[in-house]
């Protein structure tokens, strides 16, 4: 297993294969680098490299929960890309790591290619971070894999035509197994980091966006997505008329990556950086 040691001493799990132009992949809020397994085929002749979070799946739980901000998210992505000697990379982010993808460009540019974000922008809709704030930090009900993947599917109605091997799939990727039923893969601490920001002052993310300029971007939009609205994609659109669209039919927050609009996307977003 790969890790590396961040400046203040975590272990951060990452895993980093094949070989060409390097794509760094950062997952959702509470997922892991497995979140991108449907989209890794589609990725061949790449270097694709995927960082656990601190506090989620293989890497250390921070016992400061303050730390569990976007700053120190990209304070590790930056120390990560060093360890490895990597100069630039290709972002692509999910969710909290197309967040992640913004800040970057903010504050460490000259180490980007390009960002793809898929299903997230400068506004989040309170519909999803209410839905976030509904589980987050909590282990299921369900007992099993199984009883979790009957459940998605009948919660997650934003979603269609998936099948319930995918559901399946997406048990096991985000619940361990134990004697006593499922648990998270990512510390409950995260909760308070979310709360604590939503009682925050609200801040403008638009700037951050607006700190892609001059880099080649993406955005992938679930078309039944709680978390960006169609009305955000289309300023962002509007603000990077030269920005690769593409919206998923069947999908809420977030889409897979799988499918053949976001694929299409991505792969005329990795043109434009060769």
Known sequence: MATFTTSDGLSLHYTDEGAGLP??????????????????PHLSGHRVIRLDYRGRGGSDFDPNWQNYNLNVECRDVVELLDHLGLDKVALLGTSRGGLNAMVLAAVAKGRLLGAALNDVGPVLDPKGLELIMGYIGRNPSAKTHAEAAATMAALFTDFQNVPGSRWLEEAEKHYTQTESGLKITYDPALRNAVEAAAKADPVDLWPLFDALADLPIAAIRGANSNLLSAETLAEMHRRRPDMIVATVPDRGHVPFLDEPQAIAALHEWLGLLK
């Open 23 to 40: 794509i760094l992949c950062l997952a959702g809020l509470t997922r892991t680098g497995a979140d991108f397994d449907y989209v890794m």
